[in-house]
T-cell receptor, first 113, second 111 residues
Framework: DGGITQSPKYLFRKEGQNVTLSCEQN?????MYWYRQDPGQGLRLIYY???????QKGDIAEGYSVSREKKESFPLTVTSAQKNPTAFYLCASSRGQEPATQYFGPGTRLTVL | GDSVTQMEGPVTLSEEAFLTINCTYTATGYPSLFWYVQYPGEGLQLLLK?????DKGSNKGFEATYRKETTSFHLEKGSVQVSDSAVYFCALTGANSKLTFGKGITLSVRP
């Protein structure tokens, strides 16, 4: 079955540590996205990538970094510079011709202690 | 910039009740409009969409009509079920093709 996988589902880290969230898709989609979800705030775009080896900042990129070395993979690193990293992180992908129809992974809940 | 406004929640209904969730938008040009649903502990799933004025999107008994004159895309269902309990997000894409989401609203359906 095609889809998007995110791992792990739950992640705990100590303050000051960098942490990398995994996102893999086998839908052959060109574009991939990372969102952050906080209670009562909807989804906010962190980074997105439309092709391999290229990515752009979204609305809240500070304290995050990404890479896109393969079409299937778009890992997100939450750095120690992110002031409030505890949140639910969602990865999504879309076909190049239909950027608005995005398919989401199950999410990773990050808790920084 | 583009924005989406959803009615305040949460919403609690009894099974078989009629559902309306309001959504209005602000955007330049001619956006496409979407409803996404998030079941507990999961990611978002596309529920329905409409790409031009007066289009009606429908899926799983839910409907929404793209109303350009009122800049609205209200979600309706004639008879909700317990399994419809979820968070519902209204969203749009504007000229930059990026999704802009509303804050979401939690629906709880009682048996």
């Amino acid at each position: 079955d095609g889809g998007i996988t995110q791992s792990p589902k739950y992640l705990f880290r100590k303050e000051g540590q960098n942490v990398t969230l995994s996102c893999e898709q086998n839908l052959n989609h060109d574009a991939m996205y990372w969102y952050r979800q906080d209670p009562g705030q909807g989804l906010r775009l962190i980074y997105y990538s439309q092709i391999v080896n290229d990515f752009q900042k979204g609305d809240i990129a500070e304290g995050y970094s990404v890479s896109r070395e393969k079409k299937e993979s778009f890992p997100l690193t939450v750095t120690s510079a992110q002031k409030n990293p505890t949140a639910f992180y969602l990865c999504a992908s879309s076909r190049g011709q239909e950027p608005a129809t995005q398919y989401f992974g199950p999410g990773t809940r990050l808790t920084v202690l | 910039g583009d924005s989406v406004t959803q009615m305040e929640g949460p919403v609690t209904l009894s099974e078989e009740a009629f559902l309306t969730i309001n959504c209005t938008y602000t955007a330049t040009g001619y956006p496409s409009l979407f409803w996404y649903v998030q079941y507990p502990g999961e990611g978002l799933q596309l529920l329905l969409k409409a790409t031009k004025a007066d289009d009606k999107g429908s899926n799983k008994g839910f409907e929404a009509t793209y109303r350009k004159e009122t800049t609205s895309f209200h979600l309706e269902k004639g008879s909700v079920q317990v399994s419809d309990s979820a968070v519902y997000f209204c969203a749009l894409t504007g000229a930059n093709s990026k999704l802009t989401f509303g804050k979401g609203i939690t629906l709880s359906v009682r048996p």
